[in-house]
């Protein structure tokens, strides 16, 4: 798929149309989400990689229990705020495998640490889900929470709330 990378390192990393044109042009192709993924360790095209899997999974493809976990294993190669932000958002369409979650509780947590409140937000959703699928982080996910709920932008704490309504073990106080 070198035609995709040229693509995407050619990119001006901000339109979105034109990423949009690239995911019509090359979703269907059995290569495509491999693709992706291995160029989420490629720091110029972590970004529109991480975008088009994101936007992948939003129009309803499923990632195999193998290319999740590869997912997981590459997030310590992303660099950039976007990229995390990406990825983060990509947790709510995918089954967390339990060989992913540790890597998964890693990456997020340590993204509780980023200046950007997007960021933030989405590692609190995704450990968040972590903790409704394994209960041994929920402890620890839930003094987080509460720790957010008391220092946290409103925009952090809506995207708890959103969660917090459907998770029942997450007890927030505002």
């Not at 291995?38 to 990689?49: C, F």
């Not at 899997?53 to 950039?80: D, R, T, V, Y």
């Amino acid at each position: 798929m070198s035609g995709l990378k040229t693509l995407l390192q050619q990119w001006d990393n901000k339109d979105l149309d034109v990423l949009s044109g690239i995911y019509a042009e090359y979703h269907s192709s059995s290569r495509f989400v491999s693709s992706l993924l291995n160029y989420l360790s490629e720091g110029s095209l972590q970004t529109a990689a991480s975008w088009l899997l994101l936007h992948h999974l939003a129009q309803g493809a499923n990632l195999s229990k193998k290319q999740s976990l590869k997912l997981f294993e590459q997030m310590s190669h992303l660099a950039h705020w976007q990229s995390c932000l990406h990825v983060l958002q990509s947790i709510q369409y995918l089954s967390i495998p339990s060989d992913g979650e540790s890597l998964l509780y890693s990456f997020a947590r340590a993204q509780l640490d980023s200046p950007n409140k997007f960021v933030r937000a989405w590692s609190y959703d995704a450990l968040i889900r972590l903790a409704d699928i394994e209960s041994d982080y929920r402890e620890e996910v839930a003094s987080f929470v509460a720790m957010a709920n008391r220092d946290e932008a409103a925009s952090v704490k809506a995207r708890i709330r959103q969660l917090t309504k459907v998770c029942q073990w997450c007890v927030t106080s505002e």
